[in-house]
């Protein structure tokens, strides 16, 4: 993608899974696209090269693609030029282009796609195929493509159309057959970004809307599946590849620099972040994943393989006397509840910090100059901004100021020169009829990034009166959500105001840090009160750049999705979250865990680390919640009479006795009956579940009923709802000790022998979880499940097994 660059971190809510939209063909079609046999797993990705601007020669490319014999293409249409690179990253080839080339694709018989676009001397936007010596086999103007967004198949090119929410194709022969889908249910300035696998299957970013679109051929508009990733950022960036086995790999770029990988049917493979200003990334030969930067202008090469060992956080140093005092707490409530029940997890945040103490921040200050700033609005802005100056402490921090329109300039740099910056801000005056957003969120963040003072807080004051217009490519709103991630990745502190009626409320809500921090001005004498609120808000700085992690611990808690209080961001088991600074009255997150263990333990692991007032980093770990878990224990059927079959012949069919009445609570007929036995093999002589001391099974193994200590067992469905949990009682010692389960549900039922008796361990050719079909039962409705145990052949009989742990007892089906 052209123009753009990614960067970002937004409070973003979703789940992450393969959401399936629309009809039923739309989900079949798409699982048809996964592997018949699990593809090797991918277990992470690691930076394998980086290839120096120096080798490919470009000035500024801003967009990378695979070629079909496996070269890597840029492209930098400013230079006229794309050039191939080899798997040793150098130049194999060159060629020709328009100077307005935005995107390209490289074309499976050797041509490019051009996606085009330029507002003179004539407005046009333009996709056409290009031959190697640079001359277009064709070209057709299409008023809705921007130039970006530009993607091979065979037998056809696709294109980008956010002004319609479209995806659209020409025909590679001459262009004139040509297509578009347009699916329900995408954002504004959709799709950021597209590409095609080999198969033919169609990926599409939504960056403002958190998602990726996925289309099996023929493409039907409704027929599609759509992935809901929950990230600090937008999707922005898609390439499709295949890795080593020929298994396809889809990579997404997100605006914060996050790369996520996935399986075509939407399974994530790997995760990892890229260093830099990352702008396009392509898949190559075997998997590798290429990243191009749009600063240096060089290519990362990623490679599947073990990422490496993050390298450990220093201690914190001694607190100092202008250092603040964290206070904070993590609770569970309640503290005692029965397994597979659900707990409020609170923790709460706050601070004293001693007089005097404050964290500095560097203070950008945006302000509007396009002409619909006239008729005493610029008058109004530049009056607010002088007072919010007036009570700024420059002794902690510093100002500057930033104008723009059509375009973006530093009126005056950060500075804590009183005189110089009121003078800046009396200079400003209305020019351009445009609004770019996003060239005012880069110029102020990246003059955060180059001037700013690395123990202060960036802060951004973005002033507006109007929608975005600029820039076309992509689709203005997009790309200043981009500009506004990427400075969020920065760590910067994000404010926004919206002047007079003609506002897009939602999008500037989006952009500030959070939606507190957007603050909407009828007129402009509301200003002076709205940059008073945002003065206090700075001058209350202590402590900032937070990132509060909770860790669920494994095996005994689990997150509910969609609980959290702020949304948190969800890394595998770890919950985040990230303020960019701790406003006055403390910070409370909450969320609702699913207890899965038993007994008792604490809740889990949470730590902060953050910026403290002295301008140190340190962190803070809450103390941990208790929280005991009960294992409900059901009763087991009434006492049965012992069953007359032969419990030492394999396969012999035990003689069930009459079933009892069918429990009230079932309806006629609807009754259905199980017996669970467990049998104890003699030891040294092993049995047909148990190899004898001499390894095999034999005429010579045999079960044995005796006397043996009590077992439990759990019946569940297939999902792994409980339907019965109980004890195998041996109420005769030559009987096997058994347990009547009467159930009014239907099989299937999944029964799992939850504890074995002590001294004793399973037999390997007893599985200790059975599959009960309604076949199984038959149509008596009644069954009979033995279990065997062994304790070995003369060795030492192992030690009586702990409580039944996570491992043994049944799956909690989610709240």
Not at 141 to 154: K, R, W
Not at 570 to 582: C, H, N, V
Not at 616 to 644: D, I, L, N
Request: proline residues 12%; contains cysteine; negative net charge.
């Amino acid at each position: 993608m052209p123009i753009l660059s990614p960067r970002p971190v937004l409070g973003r809510a979703a789940a992450r899974r393969l959401v399936p939209l629309a009809s039923c063909a739309a989900v079949l079609a798409l699982l048809a696209l996964a592997p018949d046999a699990p593809a090797a797993p991918l277990p992470g990705y690691r930076l394998e090269a980086t290839w120096p601007a120096a080798a490919h020669g470009l000035p500024a490319p801003n967009s990378i693609t695979t070629g079909p014999g496996g070269q890597i293409w840029l492209l930098d249409g400013p230079a006229k030029e794309a050039v191939a690179l080899g798997p040793d990253g150098q130049a194999i080839e060159r060629r020709i282009v328009p100077l307005d080339s935005m995107d390209f694709a490289a074309e499976p018989g050797g041509d490019l796609y051009l996606g085009r676009w330029a507002p003179s001397p004539r407005l046009h936007s333009t996709v056409g195929r290009y031959l190697a010596d640079g001359s277009p086999a064709w070209e057709r103007e299409d008023p809705g493509a921007t130039g970006t967004g530009v993607a091979a198949a065979a037998g056809r090119v696709w294109y980008s159309d956010p002004e319609r929410g479209a995806m659209k194709w020409f025909g590679r022969a001459d262009g004139r057959v040509a297509g578009e889908v347009v699916p329900r249910g995408a954002e504004t300035g959709f799709p950021a970004d597209l590409d095609v696998a080999p198969d033919g299957t169609l990926f599409a970013t939504d960056l403002i809307g958190d998602a990726v679109f996925a289309w099996p051929p023929p493409y039907l508009p409704n027929d599609f599946a759509r992935w809901t990733m929950l990230e600090g950022s937008g999707p922005f960036r898609i390439g499709v590849g295949a890795q080593a086995d020929g298994e396809l790999l889809v990579a997404v770029l997100f605006s914060d620099g996050l790369v996520r990988v996935h399986r075509p049917d939407g399974r994530l493979e790997a995760r990892f972040t890229v260093p830099g200003e990352p702008i396009d990334l392509c898949v190559g030969p075997e998997g590798r994943i290429y990243v191009l930067d749009e600063e240096t202008h060089a290519v990362r090469v990623y490679a599947p393989g073990e990422p490496p060992t993050p390298t450990p956080l220093p201690p914190d140093p001694p607190l100092a006397r202008s250092s603040c005092q964290v206070q904070g707490s993590r609770s569970v409530d309640p503290g005692s509840l029965d397994r597979c029940g659900t707990a409020l997890v609170t923790l709460r945040l706050d601070a004293v910090c001693p007089p005097g103490a404050a964290s500095g921040a560097d203070v950008a200050l945006i302000i509007d100059t396009s002409k619909s700033m006239r008729n005493g609005k610029l008058e109004g802005a530049v009056k607010a901004a002088k007072r919010f100056m007036d009570g700024l402490d420059f002794r902690y921090h510093r100002a500057g100021v930033v104008a723009f329109s059509t375009t973006a300039r530093v009126a005056h740099p950060l500075s804590a020169d009183r005189a110089s910056l009121d003078a800046a801000l009396d200079g400003l005056t209305t020019e351009g009829s445009a609004t770019n957003i996003y060239a005012a969120l880069r110029q102020a963040s990246d003059h955060l990034r180059d001037a700013g003072r690395p123990d202060a807080l960036p802060v951004i004051i973005l002033l507006t009166d109007g929608d975005p217009t600029r820039p076309i490519a992509p689709e203005p709103s997009t790309a200043a959500l981009v500009a506004a991630e990427r400075a969020r990745a920065r760590r910067t502190y994000l404010v926004t105001v919206g002047l007079g009626n003609f506002i897009d409320s939602l999008l500037l809500e989006s952009i500030a840090s959070t939606p507190s921090d957007f603050y909407y001005a009828p007129d402009v004498v509301d200003l002076d009160k709205i940059y008073r609120t945002i003065l206090d808000v700075v001058a209350a700085l202590n402590l900032t750049d937070l990132v509060l992690e909770d860790s669920p611990r494994a095996g005994f808690a689990r997150y509910v999705p969609g609980s959290g209080a702020p949304p948190p961001l969800e890394l595998g088991g770890l919950l985040q979250w990230t303020r960019p600074a701790l406003p006055t009255g403390g910070l409370t997150y909450t969320y609702r865990a699913q207890i899965v263990g038993a007994g008792a333990n604490t809740i889990g692991e949470a730590h902060l680390r953050y910026l403290d007032a002295d301008g140190t980093r340190r962190s803070f770990r809450f103390s941990g919640a208790p929280v005991e878990a009960r294992v409900p224990t059901a009763t087991a059927g009434p006492p049965q009479p012992t069953p007359t079959g032969d419990p030492l012949g394999p396969t012999a069919e035990p003689s069930l006795p009459p079933p009892p009445p069918t429990p009230a609570s079932c309806p006629a007929g609807r009754g259905w009956q199980l017996e669970i036995q467990g049998f104890a093999d003699l030891v040294g002589a092993g049995g047909y579940d148990c190899p004898g001391c001499n390894g095999q099974w034999d005429a010579g193994d045999a079960l044995a009923a005796r006397s043996v200590p009590p077992a439990s067992a759990v019946v569940t469905t297939d999902d792994g709802r409980v339907l019965w949990v109980g004890q195998l009682r041996q109420d005769n010692p030559q009987a096997p000790p058994s347990a009547r389960v009467h159930l009014c549900e239907p099989p299937p039922y999944r029964v799992r022998l939850a504890e074995i008796p002590a001294g004793y361990v399973a037999c390997p050719n007893s599985p200790i979880e059975r599959r009960v079909t309604v076949q199984k039962l038959g149509l008596d409705r009644s069954g009979v499940l033995r279990f065997t145990f062994w304790g070995g052949c003369g060795i030492e009989v192992p030690t009586p097994l702990p409580p039944p742990t996570p491992a043994t007892l049944p799956a909690c089906p989610l709240p």
